[in-house]
C-alpha cells in the first residue's frame, strides 16, 4: 500500500500527469485524478483500521469513529499554505490583543471568578493567564472549529508530510473517544485536530485534560470547570510558578551586548530552552548591565532570574522573560503567541477587576 501511494504521489508531480493538464485531456485528467484519490484514501482508511486494530482498539469503536470520516482538501490546503510571518509584534498585537478582547476577557474573568478563583488556587496558576489563553485559542469558546477530528487527522496523515505526527494523534483521539469523553459527532475541531475551548491536539488532551467537576467526563468542548482546570493543569505540568508574572517589557543601554539575548530562531524548543540556560541571569545582573523598565525606571529588586528575547530584533520590543515564558512557549513555541498572552494577562490585572 506504501509503495502505491508513492508511485500516486510520484505521478502527480511528472511530466506526463503534467502533460494531460495541458493537453484535451483535462476533464479525464481531473475526473481520473479525482476518483484514484478517492480510492487511495478509503484505502488508507482500512490500513489504519487495521493499523488500530492491532494496538487494541475495538471493532466496534473503529467503526463508529470512522462511519463517516472523510477527506478534506480544504485542510490539506491549510496545512500547506500557512501564512508566512510577514508582521512584527507592533502590528501582530493590536491586531490578535484588540481593545474589544481585553474589553470580553475583563468581563469573562468577572464572570467565573468564582471558579476561576477556585482552579487558580489549586493548580497554582493565576486565572488572569487562564483567561488570556482562552481568549485567543478559541475568541472565549466561540470558535473551536467544526472540522470532525478523525477526518481532520485522517486526512493529514493522508497526505504524508507529518504522518507519523498526525498517526499519533488519531490514536490519542481514539483513546478519547474509547473513554467516553466525548462522542464522534460531538467531537469537533480545527482543520488539524486541535479541540475544544482550548485547542488541544488529542495528545495533548491525553496528557493535560483533567474532570475539573467530577463527573467522570474530560469534557473541553462545553464544561466549564473542565476547560479551566485542563488548562491551569496544562501550565503546572510545565513548570508555571503562580509567584511569578510572565516578564516584562524593557529598554537596552546603547551598545548593549546582543549576544546576551536568545537567538531569534533556534530552530527547536529543545534548542531554546538550551539558550535559556546560557543566557539567563538575576535581574540585579541584568540591571547591573544596564537593563532598565520600558518606562526607564530600575528593575524589580527580587531574586529571580530571566532571559533576554527579541521578538522581532533589538531595533523592536525587548523583553525579560520569566520562568514561566517557558510554560507558555511549551504551548505554543512562538514569540508572537507568547506576547500576546501576556500582554492580554496584563491588561486583566490591570486596573484590577471590580
Not at 309 to 334: C, I, Q, T
Amino acid at each position: 500500500m506504501i509503495n502505491l501511494l508513492k508511485r500516486f504521489t510520484s505521478f502527480k508531480k511528472s511530466s506526463a500527469f503534467k502533460l494531460l493538464l495541458s493537453s484535451g485531456c483535462v476533464l479525464f485528467a481531473a475526473g481520473s485524478y479525482a476518483q484514484m484519490a478517492k480510492t487511495n484514501f478509503e484505502q488508507y482508511i482500512d490500513d489504519i483500521k487495521v493499523e488500530a486494530q492491532e494496538k487494541g482498539f475495538s471493532q466496534a469503536l473503529l467503526d463508529s469513529s470512522f462511519a463517516n470520516v472523510q477527506y478534506h482538501k480544504r485542510a490539506v490546503i491549510a496545512d500547506k499554505n500557512q501564512p508566512e510571518n510577514v508582521e512584527t509584534l507592533d502590528t501582530y498585537l493590536p491586531k490578535r490583543v484588540p481593545d474589544w478582547k481585553i474589553k470580553r476577557a475583563r468581563e469573562m474573568y468577572k464572570k467565573h471568578q468564582v471558579l476561576l478563583n477556585q482552579v487558580g488556587e489549586q493548580y497554582g496558576v493565576q486565572p488572569r493567564f487562564i483567561v488570556a489563553l482562552w481568549g485567543l485559542e478559541t475568541n472565549f469558546g466561540k470558535i473551536m472549529g467544526n472540522y470532525n477530528v478523525i477526518s481532520a487527522l485522517s486526512t493529514l496523515a493522508y497526505e504524508g508530510r507529518r504522518e507519523a505526527f498526525f498517526k499519533k494523534q488519531i490514536w490519542a483521539a481514539l483513546t478519547i473517544l474509547d473513554q467516553g469523553h466525548i462522542t464522534i459527532d460531538q467531537m469537533k475541531g480545527s482543520w488539524a485536530g486541535a479541540m475544544g475551548q482550548n485547542q488541544f491536539m488529542p495528545t495533548s488532551f491525553v496528557s493535560y485534560a483533567v474532570d475539573g467537576d467530577g463527573d467522570g467526563k474530560k469534557d473541553i468542548w462545553g464544561n466549564q470547570a473542565d476547560v479551566f482546570s485542563s488548562m491551569a493543569n496544562y501550565l503546572k505540568k510545565e513548570g508555571w510558578d503562580d509567584n511569578l508574572t510572565w516578564g516584562r517589557q524593557v529598554k537596552l543601554p546603547e551598545n548593549f551586548d546582543l549576544s546576551l539575548a536568545i537567538p531569534k530562531n533556534t530552530g527547536s524548543r529543545k534548542k531554546w530552552l538550551a539558550a535559556w540556560s546560557k543566557t539567563e541571569k538575576s535581574l540585579a545582573q541584568w540591571q547591573a548591565l544596564g537593563i532598565r523598565r520600558a518606562d526607564g525606571t530600575n528593575l524589580p529588586n527580587v531574586d529571580v532570574t530571566a532571559a533576554l528575547v527579541f521578538p522581532d530584533d533589538e531595533k523592536g520590543r525587548v523583553y525579560l522573560a520569566y520562568d514561566n515564558y517557558k510554560s507558555l512557549m511549551h504551548w505554543n513555541l512562538s514569540y508572537y503567541f507568547v506576547s500576546s498572552v501576556g500582554h492580554l494577562s496584563d491588561r486583566i490585572k490591570f486596573p484590577p477587576v471590580k
